[in-house]
């Protein structure tokens, strides 16, 4: 997990299995590529922003099909290279990946702020009446 502070906002950053893609699905893979998803070095995941505020989750993206763990690097003729690509929730935070989830995660919250500020609002209104 990753934890960050953005726009007065807690952020958590996680990963969870994502369980309906395939390297199958796609072109780009080698079957020793494959070979590896299916002896479980390598698997997809979606990563989850959460946003906190004052320990009250207001917000919430998810997107998936990334990458996660040791995939085999190989050449045209699926030979292995010897350096070994290795992707973590940590690697896509870092790369600066994750930027439209987290953006996207605080709009969620700030929607929500909003909707509890109208809505305390009214009631406050209700009883001044």
Do not use: C
């Not at 997990?1 to 952020?11: R, T």
């Not at 996680?14 to 590529?33: M, V």
């Not at 996207?104 to 009446?129: P, Q």
């Amino acid at each position: 997990m990753i934890q960050l502070v953005k726009d007065g906002f807690s952020i958590h950053l996680s990963t969870e299995g994502d369980f309906y893609s395939t390297p199958q699905e796609f072109d780009t893979y080698t079957p020793k590529q494959i070979a590896a998803w299916e002896n479980d070095e390598w698997h997809y995941a979606n990563i989850i922003a959460k946003v906190y505020l004052h320990g009250v989750e207001l917000g919430y993206a998810s997107v998936g099909g990334y990458e996660m763990g040791n995939i085999p690097s190989t050449d045209e003729n699926d030979n292995l290279l010897p350096d070994q690509k290795s992707w973590w929730l940590d690697d896509y935070y870092n790369r600066g990946d994750l930027g439209d989830l987290i953006d996207e995660a605080i709009f969620d919250a700030e929607a929500a702020v909003e909707g509890i500020i109208e809505k305390y609002n009214d009631i406050k209104a209700k009883e001044t009446n």
